[in-house]
Each structure stands twice: as C-alpha cells, then as structure tokens.
C-alpha cells in the first residue's frame, strides 16, 4: 500500500492526500513533522535528506517534494485525466504547477505563518500587508488565466489544479482583502463542490 509522511495540516501534504483521494487509491498516511517528530531521524532522513514532508513510499519507491509526488501519481494511475495525455495540456498543467512554486508560494507563504503560526503579540503586520499586496498580484494572473475556461487547462481537472488549488483554498480562508476576483472565485468554488478537495484541503487552518 502507498504510504504517505506527513500532517495533514502541511499545505504540500494535502496536495498529494488530495490527489490520492481524488484517484481513490487507498493509502496509509503517518504523522510526520512539527509536533509529531519523526522527519530528523536517521531512518527518515534516509528516505529523505531534506527531512521535510512529504514523503511517498511506493512499495520501496521513494519520493519527495510535493508537486513530484502529484506528477508521478497522475502519471501512474490517470494519463488523459490529471496527467493530460496531449503534450502541449501537459507542459501547460506543468507550467502553473511550477508557478505555484515561484510566485505563488513565496508571496503566500511567509503571510500564513504570520498570522496562523505566529502568535498575535508578535506578528509582522508589514509582512502580513506586504502579503497581501504581492498575493492579490499573484491571484489576479491567475483570475486573468481562468476567463472563458473551466480550468486551469481546458474543461476538465488536471495537476495543476492540485497545486494550485491547495494554495488558492489557504488564501480565501485567511481573514484578509481577497481582491474582486470573479473567474478566481468560480474556479474555486468548483473546486471547493469535490468531496476529495472537502475531505483532505478544506480544513482549519493551523
């Protein structure tokens, strides 16, 4: 069986739990991380030098870094559905999974922390504010992408969408200005009607 390291509160985790439950491939997930350890010991770091999560083990395969980890499920278990079968679909799921990694990522990343890890006495409030300014950016390419199609890369749900949807499900549960955003905002309210995306993103935040 396919076992996963990882909390389920880790963003780059919930993007493979979500693809596993997408693919209804069963799996095992273990706590791994922050409180629950494990990720700096010998036998981890093994599998992983990075002694980060996610980790995959497919029976005695292993994987690391998230959106990898998406790639080769996709490609394993769904070619024409997640992993897109033509070549040019597939370079461009590839593309806004990289750019959730450049721009996306970093612009939302250090904001989070802020004010869900960071305790309220000692938060940055220019962090938080330059956060927000640099994701409104960010999201409002993504707002211009998604105009006249249902997805990220045509009319049906691909890799891209695990990447980047995980992230965009964190940015519209923070408490701050989400911009006016329309396409944005029906791309992921399609996103949010997936029991697979209900059942392993949506959760509280922490």
């Known amino acids: 069986?396919?076992?996963?390291?990882?909390?389920?509160?880790?963003?780059?985790?919930?993007?493979?739990?979500?693809?596993?439950?997408?693919?209804?491939?069963?799996?095992?997930?273990?706590?791994?991380?922050?409180?629950?350890?494990k990720n700096r010991e010998s036998w981890f770091l093994a599998m992983n030098p990075n002694g980060l999560i996610p980790t995959l083990d497919d029976d005695g395969f292993i994987l690391w870094e998230s959106n990898s980890i998406v790639r080769y499920l996709a490609a394993k278990h769904d070619l024409g559905g997640?992993?897109?079968?033509?070549?040019?679909?597939?370079?461009?799921?590839?593309?806004?999974?990289?750019?959730?990694?450049?721009?996306?990522?970093?612009?939302?990343?250090p904001m989070f922390t802020e004010l869900i890890?960071?305790?309220?006495?000692?938060?940055?409030?220019?962090?938080?504010?330059?956060?927000?300014?640099?994701?409104?950016?960010?999201f409002g390419v993504l707002d211009q992408a998604l105009a006249g199609r249902a997805f990220l890369v045509g009319e049906r749900l691909t890799?891209?969408?695990?990447?980047?949807?995980?992230?965009?499900h964190r940015w519209y549960a923070l408490d701050v200005d989400h911009?006016?955003?329309?396409?944005?905002r029906r791309w992921y309210e399609a996103l949010s009607e997936r029991p697979a995306f209900?059942?392993?993103?949506?959760?509280p935040l922490s």
């Open 1 to 37: 069986m396919l076992k996963v390291w990882g909390r389920t509160n880790s963003v780059n985790v919930q993007k493979v739990l979500w693809t596993l439950d997408e693919l209804s491939l069963p799996f095992e997930r273990i706590d791994a991380g922050l409180q629950f350890g």
């Open 82 to 109: 997640l992993w897109p079968s033509d070549p040019r679909a597939r370079a461009t799921a590839e593309m806004w999974m990289d750019w959730q990694l450049s721009k996306l990522a970093g612009a939302l990343g």
């Open 117 to 138: 890890r960071t305790p309220q006495e000692r938060r940055n409030a220019s962090v938080v504010e330059r956060g927000v300014n640099d994701c409104l950016g960010v």
């Open 159 to 168: 890799m891209a969408e695990i990447a980047v949807g995980a992230l965009t």
């Open 179 to 184: 911009g006016d955003y329309p396409e944005l």
């Open 198 to 203: 209900q059942r392993q993103v949506m959760s």
